[in-house]
């Protein structure tokens, strides 16, 4: 199983920015996720292993970024113009099940961290 470890989260001004990371054991294909208070978990971005393609959910195409440093096996999530609704743990998943990328079953979970967005 990969490990993961993330970093990066924390309090913003709306209109912020914040960067994410997280560092796998292996080199897999990697994606992010999101779960607000009371809310069920939803898909924030993704990466393939070799960095060629990503997706993104509609709510943060043209704010967020993903990117890769296959040397680090790290993975990064670039996060601009924050809003308040974007307050969430946010996790890196990795090693999805084929035919499961981008939105689908992965396999690696890493312990989450907190990104609060003040109004």
């Known amino acids: 199983q990969v490990q993961l470890v993330e970093s990066g989260g924390g309090l913003v001004q709306t209109g912020g920015s914040l960067r994410l990371s997280c560092t796998a054991s292996?080199?897999?294909?990697m994606a992010w996720f999101r779960q607000a208070p009371g809310k069920e978990r939803e898909f924030v971005a993704a990466i393939m292993w070799s960095g060629v393609g990503t997706a993104y959910a509609d709510s943060v195409k043209g704010r967020f970024i993903i990117s890769r440093d296959n040397a680090k096996n790290t993975m990064y999530l670039q996060m601009n113009s924050l809003k308040p609704e974007d307050t969430a743990v946010y996790s890196c998943a990795a090693d999805p099940i084929p035919g499961n990328w981008p939105r689908g079953t992965y396999r690696s979970w890493g312990q989450g961290t907190q990104v609060t967005v003040s109004s």
């Open positions: 292996g080199r897999t294909s």
